[in-house]
């Protein structure tokens, strides 16, 4: 099993370009999440799905968009890229559980540099 | 509200030592959970542990202990006779029954281990 992939890994953009970073997970996983991690702040949550087709969202979700068409993919779109978005994205699935309980499975990142 | 404090920015230890990262939340809800998530230098985020809120039981694996303490809203982590590989940015994180598996993470807190 492959886990959570992302793709890419590293990505410079322009300041108002736009870009789709994906996460696919291979688990079954209901529940999947897009993070950023900037120094210092620890991980604060984008968008997060609790399935198929649903979308919510977190702490910052301001200048970010995102799609779950199909269960194992969960689209992180930037439409007019800002400096203010420079960060390292991690995307993360759960099984969910009964209380959403269960632990997080993490890919390995994309570092994203907007000039 | 829900929120997590790791007071400490970094720890520095010489090998052997024994090293205690503190967590701190707060959170009006009864029911909740808590995690720890390590990040080495390569960058993924690794699952360590996961703790409910009616289980105060510390636990031990390996060299790692937790001890969780409900009077006091702490979470800690040890690392006992720490090693270089122990290197790493370690992760506290929250989780309630009403927040559908959203995590609320401190800020990280960097241990650098020496020879």
Same mark, same amino acid.
């Not at chain 1, 992180?76 to 420079?86: D, I, N, V, Y």
């Not at chain 1, 993490?106 to 907007?114: H, I, K, N």
């Not at chain 2, 970094?10 to 029911?31: G, H, N, P, Q």
């Not at chain 2, 542990?49 to 009077?71: A, H, M, P, T, V």
């Given at each position: 099993n492959a886990g959570v992939t992302q793709t890419p890994k590293f990505r410079v953009l322009k300041t108002g370009q736009s870009m789709t970073l994906l996460c696919? #997970?291979?688990?079954?996983?209901?529940?999947?999440?897009?993070?950023? #991690?900037?120094?210092?702040? %620890?991980?604060?949550?984008?968008?997060y799905s609790v399935g198929e087709g649903t979308t919510a969202k977190g702490e910052v979700p301001d200048g970010y968009n995102v799609s779950r068409l199909k269960k194992q993919n969960f689209l992180l779109g930037l439409e007019s890229a800002a400096p203010s978005q420079t960060s390292v994205y991690?995307?993360?699935?759960?099984?969910? %559980?009964?209380? %959403? #309980?269960?632990? #997080?499975?993490?890919?390995? %990142?994309?570092?994203?540099?907007?000039? | 509200a829900q929120k997590v404090t790791q007071a400490q920015t970094e720890i520095s230890v010489v090998e052997k030592e024994d090293v205690t990262l503190d967590c701190v939340y707060e959170t009006r809800d009864t029911t909740y959970y808590l995690f720890w998530y390590k990040q080495p230098p390569s960058g993924e985020l690794v699952f360590l542990i996961r703790r409910n809120s009616f289980d105060e039981q510390n636990e031990i694996s390996g060299r790692y202990s937790w001890n969780f303490q409900k009077s006091t809203s702490s979470f800690n982590f040890t690392i006992t006779a720490s090693q270089v590989v122990d290197s790493?940015?370690? =992760?506290?994180?929250?989780?309630?029954?009403?927040?559908?598996?959203? =995590?609320? =993470?401190?800020?990280?807190?960097?241990?650098?281990?020496?020879p």
């Amino acid at each position: 099993n492959a886990g959570v992939t992302q793709t890419p890994k590293f990505r410079v953009l322009k300041t108002g370009q736009s870009m789709t970073l994906l996460c696919a #997970q291979d688990m079954n996983h209901e529940y999947m999440y897009w993070y950023r #991690q900037d120094p210092g702040m %620890g991980l604060r949550l984008i968008h997060y799905s609790v399935g198929e087709g649903t979308t919510a969202k977190g702490e910052v979700p301001d200048g970010y968009n995102v799609s779950r068409l199909k269960k194992q993919n969960f689209l992180l779109g930037l439409e007019s890229a800002a400096p203010s978005q420079t960060s390292v994205y991690f995307c993360a699935s759960s099984y969910g %559980g009964r209380e %959403g #309980q269960s632990e #997080q499975f993490f890919g390995p %990142g994309t570092r994203l540099t907007v000039l | 509200a829900q929120k997590v404090t790791q007071a400490q920015t970094e720890i520095s230890v010489v090998e052997k030592e024994d090293v205690t990262l503190d967590c701190v939340y707060e959170t009006r809800d009864t029911t909740y959970y808590l995690f720890w998530y390590k990040q080495p230098p390569s960058g993924e985020l690794v699952f360590l542990i996961r703790r409910n809120s009616f289980d105060e039981q510390n636990e031990i694996s390996g060299r790692y202990s937790w001890n969780f303490q409900k009077s006091t809203s702490s979470f800690n982590f040890t690392i006992t006779a720490s090693q270089v590989v122990d290197s790493a940015v370690y =992760f506290c994180a929250l989780m309630t029954t009403d927040s559908w598996g959203k =995590f609320q =993470f401190g800020a990280g807190t960097q241990v650098v281990v020496t020879p």
